[in-house]
């Protein structure tokens, strides 16, 4: 987090950014602009805290399947 990374662009693979949109830790305002701004994406957003794999588990391993279904095609 304290170092640039080692790139000038960000690499051409199916990116995915996911909010969770009750995160006290991590303002969710902030990481939907980061996600649109340097991820060019928009930020799936789950109903959570800071943890959902902890608090949602079930949910949270729906939508990497669902993400990673996607991305395989």
Known sequence: MIEPAPFTTWPKVA???????????LAPAW????????????PIELAAGHCP???????VARLLEQLAETHTR
């Not at 990116?15 to 830790?25: E, F, G, H, L, N």
């Not at 980061?34 to 991820?39: E, I, K, N």
């Not at 794999?53 to 949910?59: G, L, Q, T």
Request: aromatic share 0%; glycine share 4%; proline share 3%.
């Open 53 to 59: 794999h902890v608090s949602m588990p079930s949910d």
């Open 15 to 25: 990116t995915a950014s996911v909010i969770a949109s009750a995160d006290r830790t």
């Open 31 to 42: 990481g939907r602009r980061m996600t649109r701004r340097v991820l060019q994406v928009e």
